[in-house]
């Protein structure tokens, strides 16, 4: 399988090649030549699988031309070792509980994928020298990323975080761990990391000095791995007979999860409908309104892995849909929730259902309840923890709750961090003297 870049200019590049650059020559992101779609033996048999067998059936669509089986096997099987139940949480709606993994968050899947195939390709290969890893985070990607590349031989993960805009689970997450990795606090927002990231890859001199790629949702290895939620989730509802007319709510910030799940449609999972719930950061809610695309700076919400104003994955939506804006608005509609609205949909629901959302599966939670059709069953993505999120979810159901012992365990640790502007020039003075 060749992967070509959404600007069209690139060359075509093979898997490794995609994996290990994170991002074309340029600038836009891989996508693979095909979506090989999965049979209909697959689906009628998908409830009655495991979590693994799913997503290595899944995986072989996407990696098993350049991949052999059973070193393909035994990547997807060391990633999952959790589970992400669906449960019902009132009516016909749902939670896809995302956060099962070991730092409590969606992102732990495709991280702890990608950091085993860069491992295998490293094996296969001749260049046995060291791969840096960038990171740009807005909360869970930086802790996903440090947990699953930690102790990696031969790769030195860097997290970009911006300062004061991360929870303080969420940033010790990723700031406690030494080893192989290093956190960078950034004197800026969510987007001026990414930046950073984006114009590391472009910068000819830093690439001579080091080996870059990226382990945020703009690599292949990222964001396709995430997939594997959406085939589970279709799997389990279809274990109970709700199958049918079936609405995936994805809360939505750099667009990787759902976009994930945009290809598992191209596949052939019968899911009818997907919403895209936004938090105060609306561009891609704003598109689905006027069909224009207007990247804005970043505003800080609760919800703050939301916190995304140019969301890199909206090339690959497009690309996807080949630019069709009626095809997109379609499959896809959009809602956008205030910081109050975010809160009173968690205090809502705790005192009507026992549930505990965290701010990002609040949103998902209130699109479904908004927008669902009475012959129409969601679920929606609980991406993190509430506990990741445990002095704001606190003091809006006005009560205390257990923090689980794997959060306790990193609140224990020494900060380690370095502080950096916001200007490339600082960044790539930094990385070239390491």
């Known amino acids: 399988m060749k992967y070509y870049s959404t600007n069209g200019i690139a060359p075509l590049a093979t898997l490794q090649e995609a994996v290990t650059q994170g991002l074309a020559a340029d600038k836009g992101l891989f996508m693979p030549e095909r979506i090989v779609p999965l049979t209909d033996d697959f689906y009628a048999e998908i409830d009655r699988l495991s979590f693994r067998e799913i997503a290595y059936r899944v995986a072989q669509a996407f990696f098993g031309e350049d991949i052999p089986q059973n070193d393909l096997k ?15 949480v009132k009516n016909n709606i749902y939670s896809l ?56 031989d031969g790769i030195h993960v860097y997290v970009l975080y911006p300062k004061g805009k991360v929870s303080a689970i969420q940033e010790c997450q990723f700031t406690t761990l030494g080893k192989n990795i290093t956190a960078l ?4 927002v969510f987007d001026d990391c990414q930046a950073l990231v984006k114009n590391a890859f472009m910068d000819e001199e830093l690439n001579r000095h080091m080996v870059l790629t ?20 279709y799997a389990q509802m279809k274990r109970i007979g709700l199958a049918d007319n079936l609405v995936a709510c994805v809360p939505s910030g750099n667009f990787g999860n759902i976009c994930s799940a945009l290809f598992g449609k191209r596949m052939g999972l019968p899911i009818k409908r997907f919403i895209a719930a936004n938090n105060a950061n609306d561009v891609f809610f704003k598109y689905l309104q006027t069909g224009k695309y207007e990247p804005q700076p970043s505003i800080q919400t609760i919800a703050n892995a939301m916190d995304v104003g140019n969301p890199s994955n909206f090339a690959r939506i497009i690309d996807l849909y080949q630019g069709n804006y009626h095809a997109i608005c379609k499959d896809i509609q959009g809602c956008t929730y205030t910081d109050s ?29 908004d927008n669902l059709a009475d012959n129409e069953v969601g679920f929606f993505c609980e991406t993190a923890h509430p506990a990741k999120f445990q002095s704001t979810v606190e003091a809006i159901i006005g009560k205390e709750f257990s923090v689980p012992s794997r959060l306790a365990a990193f609140m224990k640790g020494t900060k380690q961090s370095v502080p950096l502007s916001k200007d490339f020039s600082a960044f790539k003075n930094y990385m070239m003297n390491r």
């Open 97 to 152: 509980e995302l956060f099962h993994g070991p730092t409590l968050a969606f992102k732990d899947v495709g991280a702890r994928f990608m950091a085993r195939m860069l491992g295998y390709f490293r094996q296969q290969g001749n260049n046995k020298g060291l791969v840096n890893v960038l990171v740009a985070t807005s909360g869970d990607t930086g802790s996903a990323v440090a947990n699953g590349f930690l102790g990696v």
């Open 214 to 233: 990226s382990a945020n949702s703009i690599n292949v290895a990222r964001f396709l791995p995430q997939a594997f939620y959406y085939f589970y989730a």
């Open 74 to 88: 035994d990547i997807v099987y060391d990633t999952l070792q959790f589970d992400c139940p669906v449960v019902k």
């Open 185 to 188: 606090e950034i004197d800026g």
């Open 341 to 369: 609205q975010i809160a009173a949909s968690i205090e809502k629901c705790y005192r009507e259902t026992g549930y505990l959302l965290d701010p990002h599966g609040a949103c998902g939670y209130r699109a479904l309840e």
